[in-house]
């Protein structure tokens, strides 16, 4: 038997407020590379884990404990003035729970099948994904949030089992319940989808058995309707996102996540409007519109899970704008 000598201490790094990056194979010829910049400092530790699965573990650790002591952290906590967050684009008015899992994937796009990296956090309930910043390959503006109550996932995704996706390994995908389009991503090898199918299982399985997913169960007492549904915008408003909405008297906001305190954005019905049943598509189904009578006139495209879920949206649509 030999006898383990303590280690020598031989510096130490301030946490809260600090900032993880991730590295490609090719800045350092190395694998399973992070970085650790403290807040306040422009040097950035680089470490090298022993496994991705490693790595994996080493950012949400790190960044449970940054969550946890630092309350004053970029992206955390709330904010009335719904500022931005100038490091990552992330709005700040955004609950922000701590990261149980996070790093780069590749995922497929929806109506064009090409396929993107992009950063991903995973957090209770939801996958939150960002583009990359090309300095140092972390975080830059969140892109969509993926609810994972009721979602499906699956764990192994065969290269001939859909368009572009010969030549592709390492996938999974997931199917949010609110929505008929399934996400496809794409690891770096099998030891990190074995470490997103797992840790996306927990979160798929803890969300289905909570209370949260009843569908009776209020978040907003004074809404007169409430509920998920997709919203069609993006860049060039050809983007079905999950959003949260609740109809509150003559007002209709929507949110990112049920979880957000400050709307993502607000639809007056005080001026009036008309609420149309769509037709349905290969791609969308259970569509309906509201155009608005105000000088913009803007017109709204909202799907919803069922039949059942948008007759129930258009009637009390109808009634408030009576």
């Excluded at 390959?137 to 192994?156: E, F, P, R």
Aim: hydrophobic share 35%; net charge positive; proline share 4%.
């Amino acid at each position: 038997l030999t006898t383990l000598q303590p280690y020598k201490l031989l510096g130490q790094i301030f946490l809260p407020g600090a900032t993880f990056v991730t590295f490609p194979f090719e800045a350092y010829n190395k694998n399973h590379l992070f970085g650790l910049t403290p807040s306040g400092s422009e040097r950035t530790y680089v470490l090298e884990a022993e496994s991705g699965g490693d790595r994996l573990e080493w950012l949400a650790a790190l960044d449970r404990l940054t969550f946890s002591t630092s309350g004053d952290r970029p992206g955390r906590g709330v904010s009335s003035a719904g500022s931005m967050n100038p490091k990552t684009g992330i709005p700040i008015n955004h609950i922000q729970t701590p990261v149980l899992l996070q790093g780069i994937l590749s995922k497929q796009g929806g109506s064009v099948k090409t396929w993107h990296r992009r950063y991903f956090k995973l957090r209770e309930g939801m996958l939150e994904y960002f583009s990359l910043n090309p300095q140092n390959n972390d975080a830059h503006k969140l892109l969509n949030t993926i609810s994972l109550a009721g979602a499906a996932l699956q764990k192994s995704v065969n290269g001939s089992s859909g368009a572009n996706l010969t030549g592709h390994h390492h996938m999974f995908s997931i199917t949010p319940s609110t929505s008929k389009r399934t996400y496809v991503f794409e690891a770096c090898n099998d030891e990190e989808k074995t470490a997103w199918v797992s840790a996306l299982e927990k979160e798929v399985t803890k969300s289905a058995s909570s209370n949260d997913n009843d569908p009776n169960k209020r978040l907003f007492p004074d809404a007169i309707h409430e509920g998920l549904l997709q919203k069609m915008g993006g860049a060039f408003g050809s983007i079905w996102q999950d959003r949260y909405f609740a109809l509150i008297k003559k007002t209709l906001r929507y949110y990112k996540t049920p979880n957000d305190i400050k709307p993502a954005g607000e639809i007056d019905l005080s001026e009036g409007g008309v609420v149309a049943k769509e037709s349905d598509g290969n791609n969308a189904q259970f569509v309906f519109s509201f155009k608005s009578n105000n000088k913009k006139g803007r017109k709204y495209m909202l799907m919803c899970r069922s039949e059942e879920d948008r007759t129930a949206w258009i009637n009390h649509l109808q009634a408030a704008l009576s």
